[in-house]
Nanobody, 122 residues
Framework: QVQLVESGGGLVQAGGSLRLSCAAS????????LAWFRQAPGKEREFVAS????????DYTDSVKGRFTISRDIANNTVSLQMNSLKPEDTAVYYC???????????????WGQGTQVTVSS
């Protein structure tokens, strides 16, 4: 089994920054890829960013490129998402997810964290 525990999130003004972290425990091969998804009220869950185990394969959705940075800590098997220049449209519940394979599709990810709220005020 794999457990994902998220931390970070909160309320910030537009233009501000937040950092999310996710600690993964369990079967290592199941956490080859750690990713962040988000879900805003009334919308479907969407892909934000992903990283393979050593960070040499990273992917971002277009709307966060240049503003968000995903990073892996191999020793501690954690993934972080540094979010800068936040916009009100970034408001959502952010979820950490784990998979063996790189993908932007949520159905590929077998393990999910509990979610953490990010609210960006205008």
């Amino acid at each position: 089994q794999v457990q994902l525990v998220e931390s970070g999130g909160g309320l910030v003004q537009a233009g501000g920054s937040l950092r999310l972290s996710c600690a993964a425990s369990g079967r290592t091969f199941s956490t080859n890829v750690l990713a962040w998804f988000r879900q805003a009220p009334g919308k479907e869950r969407e892909f934000v960013a992903s990283s393979n185990w050593n960070g040499d394969k990273i992917d971002y959705t277009d709307s966060v490129k240049g503003r968000f940075t995903i990073s892996r800590d191999i020793a501690n098997n954690t993934v972080s998402l540094q979010m800068n220049s936040l916009k009100p449209e970034d408001t959502a519940v952010y979820y950490c997810a784990a998979s063996e394979f790189l993908s932007r599709y949520s159905s590929v990810y077998n393990y999910w964290g509990q979610g953490t709220q990010v609210t960006v005020s205008s």
